[in-house]
């Protein structure tokens, strides 16, 4: 049983830092890419970065200069630094990674339970 269970979600005010952390556990053969998503209340989850298992990144262009994706291949962990945080930040973070679990064929899509970040302005 695979799962990704993500931390580090709370509140901050504007222009302040948190940090995400997603970890997958389970049966793993193999991660490909690592991503983040967001969903803000009333709107459709959206793309926030994404890291391909060779450090490739993407962000979305609001982001882009104040958030960073890391991972650590050896713990199965993503990480989100999110800096100069903004009002418009507030949503849910969700982490989605793309892999293959013991016994399985094929990748598939595993998504984390979500945690919350409120920024204040």
């Known amino acids: 049983q695979v799962q990704l269970v993500e931390s580090g979600g709370g509140l901050a005010q504007a222009g302040g830092s948190l940090r995400l952390s997603c970890a997958a556990s389970g049966s793993i053969s193999s991660i490909n890419a690592m991503s983040w998503y967001r969903q803000a209340p009333g709107k459709q989850r959206e793309l926030v970065a994404a890291?391909?298992?060779?450090?490739?990144?993407n962000y979305a262009d609001s982001v882009k200069g104040r958030f960073t994706i890391s991972r650590d291949n050896a713990k199965n962990t993503v990480y989100l630094q999110m800096n100069s945080l903004k009002p418009e930040d507030t949503a849910d973070y969700y982490c989605?990674?793309?892999?293959?679990?013991?016994?399985?064929?094929?990748?598939?899509?595993?998504w984390g339970q979500g945690t919350q970040v409120t920024v204040s302005s």
């Open positions: 890291i391909t298992s060779g450090g490739r990144t």
């Open positions: 989605n990674s793309d892999l293959l679990a013991s016994g399985s064929l094929y990748l598939r899509d595993y």
